[in-house]
């Protein structure tokens, strides 16, 4: 049975396969070879039966049916209602969000339908109209296929996908970073004989990443990846389109837009004029009969330059960049080590962009002879070809070797997050540590699974949680947990909790779970923190802290006596003055609750130096008292 490759996009949706060695995109029944990602809801008047359509037919349906016709549903897979990313994205649409019924999830309430979807649910029927263009372009039923995501997508949006491809009917072989798949796509068609090290700076409608990687005889090894799962030509869109807001506003006095269609007709204008300024220097934007004021129809004109666009979008190139920059230092590399960079999303056909990068890389070559729409569905198709088990690998020989975009770990004493997956680690991987409880007689140990950058875990994204009960009552410390972290190829990961003394385990795959805000995660870790573990190699910490708080004492309770004897003394004054910056420095640093493993070295030199300053001081004190000293 054949594997096809999808790449189900922001904006517009693509399928490809592999046949006889070669690549072919597969064209809807247009003979277009995208489809975009629209789903649209319309009521049969003659029969009153509800009727959905996706892809050219859903998009006619936008500028008359606004309320019914739903895009951009990439930008929700995965979030919950309160998420941060989704408030902002609300006041864009035309179609309305709601809560979900089932926990923190989201919605798109339909009001012909006189019910709602979930994100999932709208993701499956663009997923399920793609299989159909398939199964009809090839001639037989096709069930098994690789789905591209953003490389950054986190773990719930990445479940998110391979829920919406269940709900359609379709077997995920393989859940595929889009970098990557543009990358395999690029050595299928050039060879990968020599090796090069290549990046992959794909922006698209609704996300960005940038990708290193190695390219060397059919193996594709991923050294790093960063993006923003929340940055991409949609951004751009929506600004010019709040340009056209305010300029009817300033020169129409046009300022009560609440009309659902007049909204999405500048929207589509926006989005319309931004790719003409793509091939052209300046475009006039026409759109008559906008709006009824006072009995008047407003017939809306305006004169758009590339200049003023690329002023808009500046800001979100200057973040994109600055990525691209930030991913080359983590792993030590400089621009100019790069042999090309590929160009995949649509909004890498902005002038600007193009542009920006070479201004950045001036001596590395922007490689354009792929086609930024339909590579990545090729390169889906290419580990589809791979993963398939009938045909043996005959036609596809290559090896790929992806990472992992996040820190992954759990929450450990009062707020701290330990990272057990290091960003960057090679997929599949598998980690284990050891914790122990954190109070006396602990009867359960909640794991808090969390993701991100920040040593402070309420800072960081929650991905699930579960429990290990009855645990055996002993003092704090005594009681040992082993944590094992595991991620698969797709990103999907899975976590055991162990208890060293019983063997009981409890294990938990994360899902897709609600988000929580920084406010409510920090309340939730000082709430439950009684109940979290710490690592069991931090009574080492724990030693070498009380020492130099024993140390502390000892000096504060010399202080009055030093200073009686050293205060005739130029030089004893500066010795006390020292060691008064060194004592509430040394307080301000125990004050730190994210004290760690990783600056185990770093407290000991401290602890040294409050040796050598209480030592010398002693030392000088006794000879100034004679016999006895302070003592």
Same mark, same amino acid.
């Given at each position: ?6 790449? =189900? ?66 930008? !929700? ?146 050294? *790093? ?31 009560? =837009? ?19 300024? #793509?091939?052209? +220097? ?13 009995? +008047? ?25 600055? #990525?691209?920059?930030?991913? !080359? ?50 390169? *889906? ?122 063997? #009981?385990?409890?294990?938990? +795959? ?9 406010? $409510? ?13 710490? !690592? ?19 000096? $504060? ?75």
């Amino acid at each position: 049975m054949t594997v096809i490759g999808i790449d =189900l996009g922001t904006t517009n949706s693509c399928v490809a396969v592999i046949r006889n060695n070669q690549s072919e995109v597969i064209k809807d029944a247009g003979g277009r070879n995208t489809i975009p990602s629209i789903v649209s809801f319309i009521k049969n008047e003659s029969t009153g039966d509800i009727e959905k359509s996706c892809g050219h037919a859903a998009y006619q349906q936008m500028l008359i049916n606004t309320e019914n016709t739903v895009y951009c549903i990439k930008r !929700l897979m995965g979030h919950s209602f309160k998420s941060p990313v989704v408030n902002q994205l609300i006041p864009t649409l035309s179609y309305k969000i709601i809560p979900s019924e089932k926990g923190d999830g989201l919605a798109i309430n339909i009001p012909v339908c006189n019910r709602s979807f979930s994100a999932e649910e709208i993701s499956s029927f663009i997923l399920t109209e793609l299989r159909s263009t398939a199964e009809k372009y090839l001639g037989e039923t096709v069930s098994k296929a690789v789905i591209t995501v953003p490389a950054y997508f986190n773990n719930k949006q990445r479940q998110a996908t391979k829920d919406a491809a269940l709900i359609a009917g379709i077997e995920v072989l393989r859940i595929i970073n889009e970098p990557t798949s543009a990358a395999l796509a690029y050595g299928f068609s050039q060879g990968t004989e020599e090796e090069k090290l290549l990046a992959v700076f794909d922006f698209g409608g609704g996300t960005f990443d940038i990708t290193i990687m190695e390219v060397s005889k059919g193996t594709f090894n991923v050294v *790093a990846t960063a993006g923003n799962t929340f940055l991409g030509g949609e951004d751009i869109t929506n600004t010019l389109f709040e340009y056209f807001l305010e300029d009817l506003a300033s020169n129409y006095g046009v300022t009560d =837009l609440d009309d659902p269609l007049v909204l999405q007709r500048l929207r589509d204008y926006a989005e319309t004029t931004k790719k003409n300024l #793509t091939i052209q +220097t300046r475009a006039t934007v026409e759109i008559p009969y906008l709006k009824e004021v006072e009995g +008047t129809f407003i017939h809306y004109k305006v004169e758009v330059t590339r200049e003023k666009i690329e002023e808009l979008a500046m800001p979100f190139v200057r973040k994109v960049i600055k #990525t691209f920059e930030k991913t !080359l230092k983590e792993v030590r590399l400089e621009a100019k080590a790069l042999a090309g960079i590929i160009l995949i999303g649509g909004q890498t056909r902005m002038p600007l962009i193009q542009n920006a990068l070479l201004e950045f890389t001036p001596d590395v070559p922007i490689l354009k002879n792929i086609n930024p729409d339909e590579t990545v569905a090729i390169g *889906a198709a290419i580990q589809g070809k791979m993963l398939d088990d009938e045909s043996k690998n005959e036609d596809v020989d290559m090896l790929l070797l992806d990472v992992t975009p996040h820190n992954l770990g759990i929450a450990v004493g009062k707020d701290m997050f330990y990272t057990l997956i290091q960003k960057n680690s090679t997929v599949p991987t598998s980690v284990d540590d050891i914790f122990v409880t954190s109070r006396d007689n602990q009867d359960k140990a909640r794991i808090l699974l969390l993701q991100g950058n920040s040593l402070v875990a309420s800072e960081n994204e929650v991905l699930g949680e579960f429990e290990l009960d009855n645990l055996r009552p002993a003092k704090r410390g005594e009681v040992k947990i082993k944590i094992t972290y595991e991620i698969d190829m797709n990103g999907i990961v899975t976590v055991q909790a162990t208890d060293m003394d019983t063997g #009981t385990s409890q294990k938990i +795959t994360v899902a897709s779970t609600g988000n929580l805000t920084k406010e $409510e995660l920090s309340k939730k870790i000082e709430e439950n923190s009684d109940y979290y573990l710490e !690592l069991a190699e931090k009574t080492m910490i724990e030693e070498i802290v009380q020492s130099i708080e024993n140390y502390l004492y000892d000096l $504060e309770k010399m202080k009055p006596k030093l200073y009686q004897i050293f205060s005739s003394s130029k030089v004893g004054v500066e010795k006390m003055d020292k060691m008064e910056i060194l004592i509430s420095g040394t307080k301000a640093y125990l004050k730190n609750d994210s004290l760690k493993l990783e600056k185990l070295q770093d407290i000991e030199t401290k602890l040294d130096t409050l040796k050598n300053t209480y030592k010398s001081l002693i030392e000088q004190s006794d000879e100034s008292m004679g016999p006895g000293g302070l003592f």
